[in-house]
C-alpha cells in the first residue's frame, strides 16, 4: 500500500473562472451555460465581484447570491447556472481530479441533441480553430441554446411537473456511459490513491513509524493554459490539480 500520493490535496482539481460577461437571454449582464456533473460534487470560492448561482434540482429552484469571501458547492446532479451582475471571479474546486474534464458534465441542451454522445459532442463542441470572436460566438450560442432549456425544465419543475427533469437525467446517465470505464480508471489514480496514501500513513503514525515524513516535497505550478472557453466562462487551468 503507497504511501505517497503526489497529486493536489485530495485529488480534487481547481482552476480559476471569469464568469462569461455576454449579456443572457433572460436580461442579465452575463452568465455561464447552465449543466450539471454526474458524479463529482463542485465548490465555488468567490474571489471578487458580484453575482449568483441558481441551481435546479428534484427539491426545486433555489438562487444564492456570490460576493468576495461566498462559498457554495453542490453535489452531483444539481443543475447550475452561474449569473455575472458584475466582474465575477471564482476560483472552482471540483471533485475527484481531472473526472470533470473527462466529460462529467452534461449541458441543458434540447433533448433532440442528447440523443447518442456523437450528436451531442458535435452540438457542444468548440473549435479549437478559428479566430477568437468566432469561437467566443460558438460559446455563446451553445450557452444560450442551453439557457433556454434549463428555463423551461426550472418552469416546468416549479409549476409541479417533474418528468421534463427526470427525462434530462436519464438522457445524462445514457450519454456518459460510454466513458464510464476511463472514470474508473481516473478514480483508482486519483481519489481512491490519495485515500490510500492517507490510510497508510495513519497505519504507520499508530505503530511510531513517521519515516514518510522524511520524504517531503513541496510543488509550485501556474496555469498550465489561460483563458480557454469553460461551460461557464474563461479559465486558468491547472494540471496536477
Given at each position: 500500500m503507497s504511501d505517497?500520493?503526489?497529486?493536489?490535496?485530495?485529488?480534487?482539481?481547481?482552476?480559476r473562472?471569469?464568469?462569461y460577461d455576454w449579456?443572457?437571454?433572460?436580461?442579465?449582464p452575463g452568465g455561464g451555460t447552465p449543466h450539471l456533473h454526474l458524479a463529482c460534487t463542485e465548490g465555488y470560492v468567490v474571489i471578487s465581484g458580484r453575482g449568483s448561482v441558481?441551481?435546479?434540482?428534484t427539491s426545486g429552484y433555489r438562487e444564492d447570491p456570490l460576493e468576495a469571501g461566498a462559498v457554495v458547492w453542490f453535489t452531483p446532479g444539481t443543475i447550475h447556472r452561474l449569473v455575472n451582475e458584475d466582474a465575477l471571479r471564482i476560483t472552482v474546486v471540483m471533485q475527484n481530479s481531472g473526472l470533470p474534464e473527462a466529460g462529467d458534465a452534461v449541458l441543458t441542451m434540447p433533448p433532440e441533441l442528447l440523443t447518442d454522445p456523437a450528436t451531442y459532442a458535435d452540438a457542444v463542441r468548440i473549435p479549437a480553430e478559428g479566430t477568437e470572436e468566432e469561437r467566443?460566438?460558438?460559446?455563446?450560442?451553445?450557452?444560450d441554446l442551453a439557457t433556454r432549456r434549463f428555463l423551461a425544465l426550472r418552469e416546468?419543475?416549479?409549476?409541479?411537473?417533474?418528468?421534463?427533469?427526470?427525462?434530462?437525467?436519464?438522457?445524462?446517465?445514457?450519454l456518459v456511459r460510454p466513458q464510464l470505464d476511463a472514470w474508473r480508471t481516473r478514480l483508482r489514480e486519483g481519489a481512491e490513491a490519495a485515500t490510500r496514501a492517507s490510510g497508510a500513513q495513519l497505519a504507520a503514525l499508530r505503530e511510531g513509524n513517521a519515516e514518510?515524513?522524511?520524504h517531503a516535497r513541496v510543488t509550485a505550478t501556474g496555469p498550465t493554459a489561460r483563458g480557454r472557453f469553460g461551460m461557464c466562462g474563461r479559465l486558468d487551468v491547472y494540471t496536477g490539480s
Open positions: 505517497t500520493y503526489e497529486g493536489f490535496p485530495g485529488a480534487v482539481a481547481v482552476s473562472l471569469s464568469v449579456p443572457t437571454i433572460d436580461g442579465h441558481q441551481t435546479l434540482t467566443a460566438g460558438t460559446a455563446r450560442r451553445r450557452r416546468a419543475t416549479e409549476q409541479g411537473d417533474p418528468a421534463p427533469l427526470a427525462a434530462f437525467h436519464r438522457a445524462a446517465a445514457a514518510h515524513l522524511a
